[in-house]
């Protein structure tokens, strides 16, 4: 007979155990790595509740868990905030099920309006659910040549003539081109942005798992830029930021077909393109490069809602917002942004 399944939450010494259960488990993804706690408390001063499940001693199953308040946006504990990919990870079906217990228990207790999961694979068909996101994922194959073979014509056009106008792909060493090119990009798009800070952290606590790679032209003006994280044999790139001059050049194509090309080098696998809206422009970029889109199962417990929340720029009710916030100085918007997209999650 198997030992019975224990819940607690994390403590200090657990983050070792934590981190090499997460790489060895397959359900898990960058976004359950134990690093997250602390960027989540310190960067966004947000509470955590990081679950581990346990048999005989053994970490069987994990759930990172933070707890949302805003006046603005309402009070939410979700799995995970600032990440597309989150929920339980782990094939224990027991400690699955006590860890869900347990989240249920601190939400309810907590009085949130609502538990969110950002599930890759769905756990509960029947509960309330958002349709707005899908992934897009797709396998790296051996080399350069097979790569570029495996893009659709019309976007490898585009890849070979951003060679062709001799761009340039640099690694960075911190977040300044970056941050320059990714905050001017979110406000002509009316979004607030995160914080230099927040990238600046990033870099440092991942390491070599999180890269920034900045594209520039031959007389070196930047042009095209992307952070992005690797985990296991996955690439992710995962923030982004383009100049008016990048669409003319075909710097953005560049850019991701050099991320390819240095992530094969590097030894990955699968070029995750991440999350995006349906319909919208970044899914219709990525339709363009072969990848297929994947629903993304976010799954919700509705305590204090009737109806899933739309936290997000397609709802009809923040228009003006966007309006208003396209006009604003990049400066105002740098200092202002931070403190509102802290709530978004």
Same mark, same amino acid.
């Given at each position: 007979?198997?030992?019975?399944?224990?819940?607690?939450?994390?403590?200090?010494?657990?983050?070792?155990?934590?981190?090499?259960?997460?790489?060895?488990?397959?359900?898990?993804?960058?976004?359950?790595?134990?690093?997250?706690?602390?960027?989540?408390?310190?960067?966004?001063?947000?509470?955590?509740?990081?679950?581990?499940?346990?048999?005989?001693?053994?970490?069987?199953?994990?759930?990172?868990?933070?707890?949302?308040?805003?006046?603005?946006?309402?009070?939410?504990?979700?799995?995970?905030?600032?990440?597309?990919?989150?929920?339980?990870?782990?094939?224990?079906?027991?400690?699955?099920?006590?860890?869900?217990?347990?989240?249920?228990?601190?939400?309810?207790?907590?009085?949130?309006?609502?538990?969110?999961?950002?599930?890759?694979?769905?756990?509960?068909?029947?509960?309330?659910?958002?349709? &707005?996101?899908?992934? #897009? $994922?797709? =396998? !790296? /194959?051996?080399?350069?040549?097979?790569?570029?073979? %495996?893009?659709?014509?019309?976007?490898?056009?585009?890849?070979?003539?951003?060679?062709?106008?001799?761009?340039?792909?640099?690694?960075?060493?911190?977040?300044?081109?970056?941050?320059?090119?990714?905050?001017?990009?979110?406000?002509?798009?009316?979004?607030?942005?995160?914080?230099?800070?927040?990238?600046?952290?990033?870099?440092?606590?991942?390491?070599?798992?999180?890269?920034?790679?900045?594209?520039?032209?031959?007389?070196?003006?930047?042009?095209?830029?992307? &952070?992005?994280?690797? #985990? $296991?044999? =996955? !690439? /992710?790139?995962?923030?982004?930021?383009?100049?008016? %001059?990048?669409?003319?050049?075909?710097?953005?194509?560049?850019?991701?077909?050099?991320?390819?090309?240095?992530?094969?080098?590097?030894?990955?696998?699968?070029?995750?393109?991440?999350?995006?809206?349906?319909?919208?422009?970044?899914?219709?970029?990525?339709?363009?490069?072969?990848?297929?889109?994947?629903?993304?199962?976010?799954?919700?417990?509705?305590?204090?809602?009737?109806?899933?929340?739309?936290?997000?720029?397609?709802?009809?009710?923040?228009?003006?917002?966007?309006?208003?916030?396209? $006009?604003?100085?990049?400066?105002?918007?740098?200092?202002?942004?931070?403190?509102?997209?802290?709530?978004?999650?």
């Amino acid at each position: 007979m198997p030992s019975a399944v224990t819940v607690r939450p994390f403590a200090a010494g657990d983050a070792a155990r934590w981190n090499a259960f997460v790489y060895a488990c397959a359900g898990a993804t960058f976004f359950h790595r134990i690093e997250w706690r602390e960027i989540i408390q310190k960067v966004f001063r947000h509470r955590t509740h990081y679950l581990l499940a346990e048999r005989a001693g053994e970490i069987v199953a994990v759930l990172p868990l933070a707890e949302v308040k805003s006046r603005l946006f309402g009070h939410a504990i979700t799995s995970l905030p600032f990440a597309v990919y989150g929920g339980i990870a782990g094939d224990d079906a027991d400690a699955c099920q006590a860890l869900e217990a347990a989240a249920d228990g601190i939400a309810r207790k907590a009085g949130v309006q609502h538990l969110e999961y950002r599930n890759l694979v769905a756990r509960h068909t029947d509960w309330p659910r958002q349709d &707005l996101y899908v992934t #897009f $994922r797709k =396998e !790296i /194959l051996a080399d350069d040549e097979a790569n570029m073979a %495996a893009i659709p014509r019309k976007q490898r056009a585009m890849v070979r003539k951003g060679i062709k106008n001799g761009l340039v792909s640099t690694v960075d060493s911190n977040a300044d081109r970056f941050f320059a090119l990714y905050s001017d990009n979110v406000l002509r798009h009316g979004t607030p942005a995160l914080s230099k800070h927040f990238f600046e952290t990033l870099l440092s606590v991942f390491g070599q798992d999180c890269e920034v790679m900045t594209v520039s032209s031959p007389d070196g003006k930047a042009l095209s830029t992307v &952070l992005s994280f690797y #985990f $296991r044999d =996955e !690439i /992710l790139p995962y923030y982004a930021g383009d100049d008016l %001059a990048a669409r003319d050049l075909a710097a953005n194509d560049f850019k991701y077909w050099e991320l390819m090309r240095r992530a094969c080098a590097r030894g990955c696998r699968i070029f995750d393109y991440g999350r995006s809206k349906v319909g919208t422009g970044p899914y219709n970029f990525k339709k363009n490069w072969g990848f297929e889109p994947l629903p993304l199962s976010y799954e919700y417990r509705l305590y204090k809602r009737e109806e899933i929340p739309q936290n997000n720029p397609m709802n009809p009710k923040y228009r003006a917002f966007i309006a208003l916030w396209r $006009r604003l100085p990049l400066g105002v918007a740098n200092t202002i942004g931070p403190h509102i997209v802290r709530n978004l999650g």
